[in-house]
């Protein structure tokens, strides 16, 4: 009996100080505007899931019917500070005060590496950081992506032979091992890429590991919780970093070309004249987890705005034989030329962004976002998708119009790619490959959707953004004669 009465005391002083935790650490965020939650412990989380719809639409909601651009959530005792306004973006974006979260999601699972905590994506300090970018940035620009130009056209051509037309295809299946070889290529200089194609599917699984991961996360560090799902993505995550490994260890220093982008890679991890072998997988596995999945699903997501627009289809189609006629080979400045094609993906980027958010941490000394102090070690949500559907900067903007771009958007209100000095190092290889893939599928054939199918598909967030379902396209050569 006494027993009994002891556990239930320790058990009402636990809930009492972490009640009271609770209480100190909100009322910390007091001068921001906080929605109303009606769960005590889990806040705002409960709201989402009660809400039973994309978090991105339920924060729009919250700003647009508050009027305020700057809001705290809070889920327990974590405190997460959303920011929807230009300029405060802008700000948040280009300050070297404001670094990348320590803790990251993809830095490791389960104890083992990923990305690790100092690539190009994870590393949370500036100067390591910016060393890095400066070595790399030059194979990302235009010179750099004109030498790379017929490698990602050559896959592309690839994709096109490959499309069987006497059955329906699911898209995103189809783009997934192509859009991994541009990177493979691109990155690697890896020419034969028979061995490589194996593990696409494996980076995918792993995917799909830090997504339950992330929906999870009271649960999954319980040693009992997702045992088969653990021991399937690590064992692919070792699998993969192996590959990479023989991969970097098979090459022959001597020969390698220094200016390639793998050249570069190999010099940025050398330490008295030692490879750091662990820190260049961690480079690696980074490029191709942040250039395939993006890539792959934004292609998906414009094949279903195709589907749902048949006059965009039309203007898309006429500006490939206009400007590619009966060309046999095409050169860079002929994929300048679709103008209409690069803003129907500037939109599609706009109405289904990949990444919801980016994150920064105000670190120890706290930070102050214009008028606003936000405390010491708050991460700070960038919120991507929201900014791109305000009406504060778009005209109408839920609603899918390539013709808005025929005027430039307010600064730091399209940002899908994140923006200032640490935004995506791949943004315009990604927007090459996805022009070029595009562009030459439409070229070649006459596509086609389930109707049916095309109104049930809705998107789900997985760490990225993504189709809900399946899209299915039917192809049909056309007759170029």
């Excluded at 994309?54 to 651009?69: H, K, M, R, V």
């Excluded at 490791?108 to 190009?120: A, Q, T, W």
């Excluded at 930070?367 to 929201?386: A, G, M, Q, S």
């Excluded at 054939?445 to 760490?463: A, C, G, P, Q, R």
């Amino acid at each position: 009996m006494i027993t009994i009465v002891a556990i239930a005391i320790l058990f009402l002083l636990c809930a009492a100080l972490t009640v009271t935790y609770i209480a100190v650490v909100r009322k910390r965020y007091s001068q921001f505007y906080c929605p109303k939650y009606s769960n005590l412990f889990l806040a705002h989380a409960y709201e989402l899931v009660k809400f039973k719809r994309p978090s991105s639409e339920t924060f729009l909601a919250w700003s647009q019917e508050s009027g305020y651009d700057i809001f705290v959530l809070f889920s327990s005792w974590r405190v997460h500070l959303h920011v929807i306004d230009t300029k405060k973006i802008k700000v948040a974006l280009c300050s070297s005060s404001l670094l990348k979260p320590k803790k990251n999601l993809l830095s490791e699972f389960c104890g083992v590496n990923l990305l690790g905590l100092k690539s190009l994506f994870t590393e949370p300090g500036s100067s390591i950081w910016s060393s890095k970018r400066k070595e790399f940035d030059p194979y990302f620009h235009t010179s750099g992506l004109q030498k790379g130009f017929k490698q990602i056209l050559g896959i592309a051509s690839e994709l096109v032979e490959s499309i069987n037309c006497d059955a329906g295809t699911n898209i995103t299946v189809l783009m997934q091992q192509h859009v991994s070889f541009v990177i493979a290529a691109f990155i690697m200089n890896m020419e034969d890429r028979t061995e490589f194609s194996l593990y696409t599917h494996k980076m995918a699984n792993i995917f799909a590991g830090l997504s339950t991961r992330m929906r999870h996360k009271n649960t999954f560090w319980m040693p009992w919780a997702f045992t088969e799902l653990k021991k399937e993505v690590l064992n692919d995550l070792h699998n993969v970093r192996t590959f990479f490994r023989n991969y970097v260890l098979s090459l022959n220093f001597d020969e390698l070309d220094l200016r390639s982008c793998i050249g570069s890679l190999i010099k940025t991890n050398m330490e008295e004249d030692n490879l750091m072998i662990d820190l260049l997988v961690n480079e690696l596995v980074m490029f191709f987890f942040a250039g395939i999945d993006t890539s792959i699903h934004t292609i998906s997501f414009a094949f279903y705005e195709l589907s749902r627009n048949e006059e965009v289809l039309s203007e898309i189609e006429k500006e490939i034989k206009s400007v590619f006629g009966d060309k046999q080979y095409l050169d860079y400045s002929d994929f300048n030329e679709l103008k209409y094609l690069d803003n129907f993906i500037k939109e599609v980027l706009r109405y289904h962004p990949i990444v919801s958010s980016v994150a920064r941490e105000t670190g120890s000394l706290g930070f102050t976002l214009c008028d606003k102090y936000i405390p010491r070690n708050t991460t700070v949500h960038i919120n991507i998708e929201c900014v791109q559907k305000s009406e504060k900067f778009w005209t109408d903007p839920l609603t899918f119009s390539v013709e808005r771009w025929n005027e430039p958007p307010a600064p730091f209100s399209f940002i899908p790619f994140s923006g200032g000095t640490r935004s995506c190092i791949g943004k315009k290889l990604a927007l090459l490959e996805i022009k070029i893939f595009i562009s030459s599928i439409l070229r070649k054939y006459t596509i086609d959707f389930d109707k049916t199918d095309v109104s049930e598909i809705s998107t789900k967030n997985v760490i990225t953004n993504r189709l809900a379902k399946d899209l299915i396209v039917h192809f049909k050569k056309q007759n170029l004669e």
